[in-house]
Nanobody, 115 residues
Framework: QLVESGGGSVQAGGSLRLSCAASAYTVSARCMGWFRQAPGKERERIAAIVGDGTTYYDDLLKARFTISRDSAKNTLYLQMSNLKPEDTAMYYC????????????WGQGTQVTVS
C-alpha cells in the first residue's frame, strides 16, 4: 500500500515536499516513481528511483524536482521548488518490481494546486 501526503495549495514560486509512505515492502527494494496527471491531460512520469538509488527525471522537470527515499522511514519523497501554475495536478507515487517496466502499485494521489 502506498499513501501520499504533502499536497496542497501554494503560490507560484513556492515549494512543496510530497511524501509516499509504503507498507508491505521496503522502498529500497522496489523501483519507485512519481507521476502526475492534470485534468484533460495524460499521466506523465516526473521522476523515478531504482534499487541502487539511481534517479531518473523528466528533462523538463529535473531542475526543479528531486526524488529521494528514506529507508528508515520507508518513505519516498518528491521535493518540488519554484512551482508554476502548470504544475497543478494530482500527484501519484507508484512502485514496481525492478525486473518489469510496469508500475503495479499506486497510491491514491495528492492534489497540488499552484496559483
Amino acid at each position: 500500500q502506498l499513501v501520499e501526503s504533502g499536497g496542497g495549495s501554494v503560490q507560484a514560486g513556492g515549494s512543496l515536499r510530497l511524501s509516499c509512505a509504503a507498507s508491505a515492502y521496503t522502498v529500497s527494494a522496489r523501483c519507485m516513481g512519481w507521476f502526475r496527471q492534470a485534468p484533460g491531460k495524460e499521466r506523465e512520469r516526473i521522476a523515478a528511483i531504482v534499487g541502487d538509488g539511481t534517479t531518473y527525471y523528466d528533462d523538463l522537470l529535473k531542475a526543479r524536482f528531486t526524488i529521494s527515499r528514506d529507508s528508515a522511514k520507508n518513505t519516498l519523497y518528491l521535493q518540488m521548488s519554484n512551482l508554476k501554475p502548470e504544475d497543478t495536478a494530482m500527484y501519484y507515487c507508484a512502485a514496481r518490481q525492478c525486473w518489469t517496466s510496469t508500475y503495479q502499485y499506486w497510491g491514491q494521489g495528492t492534489q497540488v494546486t499552484v496559483s
